[in-house]
């Protein structure tokens, strides 16, 4: 049998994708919002602080972020963007490695790191892990008598990637 040729999506500026990819692509995306659908609302970061888990994941990384006082959704670029907002990753040029540092009250760190990388002129990767340390906590058993010093800490891992899909949206 002979190969059949892709036809390719028409119109101006398009032409970087098939659109049997596109397809393909659009299938996934439905197929994955039926099955958050059906799973329900799942939440690990809910507002009701000091009840929730992983409520250091609302924290803002970025000086850039910080100092746009977190609107940076949209301006989103370089290893940052797999924090706020993953398609920012498309644009990158070339390999990029960002760390912060973050002292808060009472004791409380924030680390962060994460690495960028292109994977093709039009799909960007990145890595990224952060951690929080909650500090020294004073420990005491059942009687009140002390223990001695506990430390405790939350991380998290991430692997986001970026693809653009046209030309007409950069």
Not at 8 to 22: E, F, P
Not at 44 to 54: F, H, I, K, L
Not at 77 to 94: K, R, V, Y
Not at 135 to 163: E, F, H, M, R, V
């Amino acid at each position: 049998p002979v190969p059949l040729p892709v036809e390719r999506v028409h119109g101006k500026g398009m032409g970087l994708m098939s659109k049997r990819q596109v397809n393909k692509i659009f299938y996934i995306w439905i197929l994955l919002v039926v099955i958050v659908a059906l799973i329900g609302k799942i939440s690990v970061a809910a507002p009701n602080a000091g009840r929730t888990a992983a409520d250091f994941l609302q924290v803002g990384l970025g000086a850039r972020a910080a100092g746009m006082g977190g609107a940076y959704t949209a301006l989103a670029t370089g290893p940052d963007a797999s924090f706020w907002n993953p398609a920012g990753l498309a644009a990158i040029e070339q390999k990029q490695f960002a760390v912060g540092h973050f002292s808060w009250y009472q004791d409380i760190t924030l680390n962060h790191g994460s690495l960028a990388m292109p994977v093709s002129p039009q799909i960007g990767m990145a890595a990224s892990v952060t951690f929080v340390d909650y500090g020294k906590i004073d420990g005491y058993d059942q009687y009140g008598a002390p223990t001695g010093d506990l430390s405790a800490g939350d991380w998290a891992a991430g692997l986001s990637i970026g693809a653009q899909l046209t030309d007409q949206l950069k």
